[in-house]
C-alpha cells in the first residue's frame, strides 16, 4: 500500500503554493470499528492551496481501503435543501425542453422529483452499466476513482450533451477534483449548467470545529473557495446558494463555461479573497493546534471535579475528535450509541469501548459531550 503525497493543488492544480496547515500524524478510518485496538492507520496531513484557495487533505487513504469494513456503515448527510436544485430544475423546464444529467447516485432526492416531469427529459450515469462498478451502493471513493476524463469523454459520446449537470455530495469527496470538473464539462452543450453541492466548511473554519475533518472528505469548501475552484476549471458562477443548517451548511453553485474575458475580469477580484481566504484558515490552523493540549488538560481537570467523562455519539464526527485531539479511554469512558451493529466495538483508534445508552449505569458520570450530527439526528 503507497499513500498518494500531493504535489499539486487537486483543485486548480497548481504546484507553487500549497502550504501544510496541520500535521496529524498517522490516522485510523473512522469506519473501523473492532474488537481489539488494532487497525489500519494512514498520514492525515491538512493544507491549503494559496493560488485557489481550496483547504485540502495532502495525503489520502488510497481509494481501494475506502470501502467500509461492515456492511452497516451508513454516514448520515442532511438532504432538505436538495430541493432548491429540483426547483431550478423544475423552473426551467417550464420555459423550455431541457435535458440533465445525474452523475451518481447522490444526486438520487433531485433525480427522483424531477424525473417525469413535463419539459425535463433526465438520466442517471448508471454506476455498473457505464462505470464498471459491481457494487449496488457504491460509496463516493469508488466512484470519483471511475470517473476519470476518458470515462467521462465516452460518456459523453454515448449520452449527448447536456443542458444541465447535476452532482452532489461528490466534489469534496474527489482525489482528481481538476480532473473530475473539467471532465464534467464535456457532457455540457455550448449553453449548459453545471450545478455542484457541497458542504460548507466556512462556519467549521471560524468556529475552529476540529470534527469537520474527516478522511473521506478530501476538500473542503467556502463560497468563495468552490467559485475559485470552478473558474480555475474553465466555468463561471452565475449563483451560490448557502443552505444553512445548526452545525455545518451546505453550498449549491451554478456554474457556466467561462468565456476569456470572464476569466481575464475575474482574477484581481479573486486575488483579494484568497488573501481573506489564506487569513481564515491559518486562524483555524493555529487554533486547532493550540487548542489540542488545552482540551486535553481541561478533560482531565473536569473528570476530578464532576466524575467520568462519556461522548455521545461514534459516528466519523466523534471519532475524528477523539483522535484528533488525542483522547484516549484514560479520559473519556465509553462513548454512547445507539446503534445496535456498534455496540461492544472500540473507536478506531483510541479504542474506547461502544456502548448503547441503555446499557450502561450513570452512577458516577459527571460529563457528556456530544459528537452527533444535530441537523441529521432527533
Not at 114 to 120: D, F, R, T, W
Request: contains cysteine.
Amino acid at each position: 500500500m503507497t499513500q498518494s503525497s500531493l504535489s499539486h493543488c487537486r483543485a486548480c492544480e497548481d504546484s507553487r503554493n500549497l502550504t501544510t496547515l496541520i500535521d496529524f500524524g498517522q490516522q485510523p478510518r473512522s469506519f473501523d470499528y473492532c474488537q481489539n485496538t488494532v487497525v489500519d492507520i494512514f498520514k492525515l496531513t491538512l493544507g491549503q492551496c494559496e493560488s485557489c484557495g481550496v483547504v485540502q487533505l495532502f495525503d489520502v487513504v488510497p481509494s481501494e481501503y475506502m470501502k467500509p469494513t461492515h456492511q452497516w456503515v451508513n454516514n448520515k448527510e442532511p438532504d432538505g435543501h436538495l430541493t432548491k436544485i429540483a426547483d431550478i430544475l423544475l423552473k426551467e423546464g417550464m420555459k423550455k425542453q431541457i435535458k440533465v444529467l445525474f452523475v451518481s447516485r447522490f444526486d438520487t432526492k433531485v433525480y427522483e422529483i424531477v424525473s417525469g416531469k413535463a419539459g425535463i427529459e433526465s438520466c442517471m450515469i448508471d454506476a455498473k452499466k457505464d462505470l464498471g462498478i459491481e457494487s449496488d451502493m457504491p460509496g463516493q471513493a469508488l466512484i470519483q476513482e471511475k470517473l476519470d476524463y476518458e470515462k467521462l469523454k465516452l460518456i459523453s459520446r454515448e449520452l449527448g450533451e447536456f443542458d444541465f449537470v447535476v452532482c452532489c455530495r461528490l466534489l469534496e469527496h474527489t482525489y482528481k477534483l481538476s480532473t473530475l470538473i473539467k471532465g464534467m464539462s464535456l457532457l455540457l452543450n455550448d449553453n449548459g449548467k453545471l450545478i455542484v453541492e457541497v458542504p460548507d466548511s466556512r462556519k467549521p473554519l471560524e468556529q475552529v470545529d476540529v470534527a469537520m475533518l474527516w478522511e473521506e472528505h478530501i476538500s473542503y469548501f467556502t463560497k468563495e473557495t468552490l467559485v475559485s475552484c470552478m473558474k480555475s476549471n474553465g466555468f463561471s458562477c452565475l449563483k451560490t446558494m448557502t443552505c444553512k443548517y445548526p452545525q455545518e451548511n451546505a453550498l449549491i453553485g451554478v456554474f457556466d463555461k467561462a468565456n476569456e474575458a470572464e476569466m481575464e475580469l475575474s482574477n484581481q477580484y479573486y486575488s483579494k479573497l484568497m488573501a481573506d481566504e489564506v487569513g481564515i484558515t491559518r486562524s483555524y490552523a493555529d487554533s486547532v493546534n493550540n487548542i489540542k493540549e488545552l482540551v486535553t488538560n481541561y478533560l482531565y481537570d473536569i473528570r476530578k471535579i464532576s466524575g467520568d467523562i462519556i461522548l455521545f455519539g461514534a459516528g466519523h464526527r466523534g471519532v475524528c475528535f477523539l483522535n484528533l485531539m488525542g483522547i484516549t479511554d484514560k479520559i473519556v469512558k465509553y462513548v454512547i450509541d445507539d446503534d445496535p451493529n456498534k455496540s461492544n466495538l472500540r473507536v478506531p483508534g483510541c479504542g474506547i469501548m461502544i456502548k448503547g445508552a441503555s446499557s450502561i449505569s450513570y452512577d458516577g458520570i459527571g460529563v457528556c459531550i456530544f459528537a452527533v450530527d444535530i441537523s441529521v439526528e432527533e
